[in-house]
């Protein structure tokens, strides 16, 4: 179940869109079997990958209970806004349809420790203490920097916080940081799982993450990459994670990167349409050519890779 | 009316709320009767003074028709939004209900000449070609910063441009800038009216601006000073500028400023409450007694600050 | 002396040039002479206005050495600079020559507490812990923003912090919050001067603020308002500050205002060229005109504005 | 020969310091003769990678001439400064002592297009317009966004632009645009060796780079990369570069990544200690192990990286 002990991998889903620019309701079924079948523990859904700001509320709140009727595993709800009132009404619904918990990125002009623990806490009171959620630390979109010291009063202030989405770059030292606390007692257990594309996913494991939250078009193989970590194969995980680096390192591109998913997500048969909502990036025919090439190459060594 | 011609004050008018949170509907009434006692010549509402990334989606739309049906001047929509869909829906919405224009803010990402100029062109395919717009030049608050070049590109891109809301700062030589380049016939010409809390409004008329639109708590001060320009009474307007100044100066910081706003709106009998919808900062006791001292200063050299 | 229980006047000094662009050496006795028959208690060289990144270090050795040999006063020197090697060179040459201590601004990448903390630590590390030093909290230049907290764990954790050069805006509260935690035992003392040209000196001095640091052309008039204020005279204080607010505002601005400063001083006697060394702003005619309308209408209340 | 047809590997070169923070000056001679032996095409030294910022301006100057005595191909120094007099006094010793050109970096202040491209101006003028220089595109690390308009406006405006060093990220459609528009004849032709720690460099050289020019720590794989992409192997090329990539991520995070090059080029007998001047961050024990691990992986596919 999600909470402190998670461990594993909760897939980041995109939103998926007909060409025209709807939601593309009938793709979130599939999108739902699909990440079912790849042995994903849970699902993270209206993050940034999931083109959430683009939403209207009421598409928002239609997507995570479609999401919802379909996905029987934990489903964590990205409720992010620039104003507090979107953020407690998304919250709020969610948990009533059934949602395992919210995730709460800082907004852009947080600059020192205070401010920044204050919005945490200023989240906590509007949504409810007793609302689980993840704190995302994503500075190299977010621009907010947190310092291990200002994670730790996040989680000791507020109880309801039960997981951290690592994604700051470069964060090893700062996962070794975390886990260090813990075992010296200086700061509670949370589960921490990985974003940040998965770049340094092979070593996060290693310094003592509990698996991923990321995006990326092969959840099947974060769940063997975790699994494989777990099982004790630090070797066998390196050797597949190395082997998908050259286009998950590609897939990590900013703003691109989101087109190239969405791609390999609807070859894939995961949604039917690779279209992203205006304004978005479109795949020139050289990046397609790119990605081919790429899918190409990882297919000799991962059978995942051929569609 | 508001157009390109467009002389005179818009206010930026706050948005009331009760103690507990709610918007204040009647103050509504009152706010808007009060500016119109106060001869300004239209109303900007939902702007960054508004609070309105704090509301929810039907409140804005809520308080867009009531202003509607009480202010019978021109009425400018702030729909800046994260997203588009967001945008549209309340350009859309505003138009319909009888709003003059919208108002549109570049989001905080926008770095480079060119981000900025297609932000604006695929807002206005969004809105609506045909939907006018004020521009807005805030970089201290945005961060995003647009040189004169940039302006008139989107001046020029867009027809549907019909103001800039000028509040650049130092940004006296891009007043010139733009104006010399009108009187050149190197771009067509525009309405600006002035910002940035007013603080260089009396060199901005001379400079070339039209007139005010800032959220000055003597709006009818404001309305006074442009007349005396365009009525050729510089020494005048410098005289009455000055005179307000020290409190003028005081209400322009960032955050602490617009809590003084409302409390003056409310000892005017504006608004029925000063309070600022969570998260927003709260005057101290301190801050009060500096506020009543500028105001009996004040109210010493202008009867309309004694209350 | 220049120490933790300083009052009254410092001013920071430009840094006067030949119009080729060379340092104008004999300006940097008559500007010397010119503080000195002001009032001042001390001088600020080489800081953000005395354009010192524009300068060779041997220049700014050769400046130090010229202003100690002539201001028989307490001279703080700005030593910030983007290495340590660059800052300890200064901070080595300056003390030796007979400076009273150095100020030092944290670069614009520090963002979280601890950083900034970092920062000073090391800094203090490598200019020495026996050398007195000013704390530059200037977010809206440098856009590193302190909190109350940080600023008071510097403090704590450098005995040879002796003063904050406060430029917050706005900083009100944040005046109020240090000298409160000091009345309580919370903070060891320091010496507060007021920065951020002045704009708020007012209040500043009423919230419990030592004096003045900056570069205003008038350093007489901030003489006198300190004075006044510490006189009991707070009426009489701010009859003087709002007959000089017009200008003083006029003269706060980003960039041009240092051009309009040189201007200025030059006008005064103190220093013989207005020029500033490229890249550097030049006054346009319109500009100009401001400035000596704005300074005719001050010279009927302060006949120091008449020259 | 250096210029605009300069097709190859420019290593990016570090500082080599002693344990106690002094320069090395025997290391920079065993640096450079690494360096030839790896079979590079030239050697760019004082960038961000050589802790540049640290350096006082005598230790600098003796850098380069170190460097150029020992070094026989083309030696670019990196001249970018917070202040145009201190540019102007490297870039002119560096040329007198033989240098082949220089790199200019924006600094972070610079926003506007017209901003930007009045900084080079700027510069060229300071410099001297027979200067060759290399425009260094790196948004990640300086902030500066520039738009391929605005490179191509450099390009045109400056003769003595003969090269882009190239990091963008993502980059890769840039930098089809730049050679598409060289193609039609919209912009004259300059070299472009790409940066970014050349975690796209496979690709980017696909898409009409000429080369590279990082600091990676197997400069000899570099060589072999370009060598290959010419030669018409771009499969072999993509293999080489895979094997690499793992450990190539690793060396590019930010901050510490220069450690462990220093770490590696100290390993493979160019410098003699790993240290980096104060403040530098240094690697843990894990770091370290996670370092050897990576090249133990590397050396069963590529010998260099068994040492």
């Known amino acids: 179940m999600f909470g402190i002990d998670t461990k594993g991998v909760y897939a980041i889903a995109p939103t998926p869109f007909l060409p025209d620019g709807a939601v593309d309701w009938e793709s979130i079924d599939s999108m739902c079997d699909f990440y079912l079948e790849s042995g994903v523990d849970g699902l993270t859904i209206l993050g940034i990958l999931g083109e959430a700001p683009k939403l209207q509320p009421e598409e928002s709140v239609g997507i995570v209970k479609r999401v919802l009727a379909r996905f029987d595993k934990p489903v964590v709800v990205g409720v992010s806004a620039p104003g507090f009132a979107a953020m407690r009404a998304l919250a709020g619904e969610s948990m009533a349809a059934g949602a395992a918990g919210v995730m709460i990125t800082p907004p852009a002009a947080m600059r020192t420790d205070d401010q920044i623990i204050g919005y945490y806490a200023q989240s906590v009171a509007q949504i409810g203490s007793d609302v689980p959620f993840v704190l995302q630390d994503h500075p190299l979109v977010t621009t907010v920097q947190m310092s291990p010291g200002v994670i730790r009063r996040i989680v000791t202030e507020n109880p309801s916080c039960v997981m951290l989405k690592h994604e700051d770059w470069p964060g090893l030292e700062k996962m070794s940081t975390l886990r260090a606390w813990e075992a010296k007692g200086e700061m509670r257990h949370i589960s921490i799982l ?37 099982a004790g194969d630090n070797e066998g995980m390196h ?51 790119e990605v081919d090439g790429l899918l190409a190459r990882l297919a000799k060594i991962d ?5």
């Not at 078009?217 to 990459?225: G, R």
């Not at 894939?268 to 978005?280: F, Q, S, W």
């Open 194 to 230: 990985c974003g940040n594309g998965g770049l340094f996913l092979d070593f996060e494991m290693e310094r003592g993450a509990d698996g991923a939250m990321t995006g990326y078009a092969f959840p099947d193989m974060l769940v063997d990459l975790v699994k494989k970590h777990f």
């Open 239 to 289: 050797a597949l994670f190395d082997a998908h680096l050259p286009f998950l390192r590609y897939e990590h591109q900013s703003g691109i990167g989101l087109a190239v998913r969405k791609y390999v997500l609807s070859r894939r048969g995961a949604i039917k349409h690779a279209d992203l909502r205006v304004p978005g990036p479109k795949m020139s025919a050289t990046t397609k050519a």
């Open 303 to 307: 059978p995942r890779a051929a569609f």
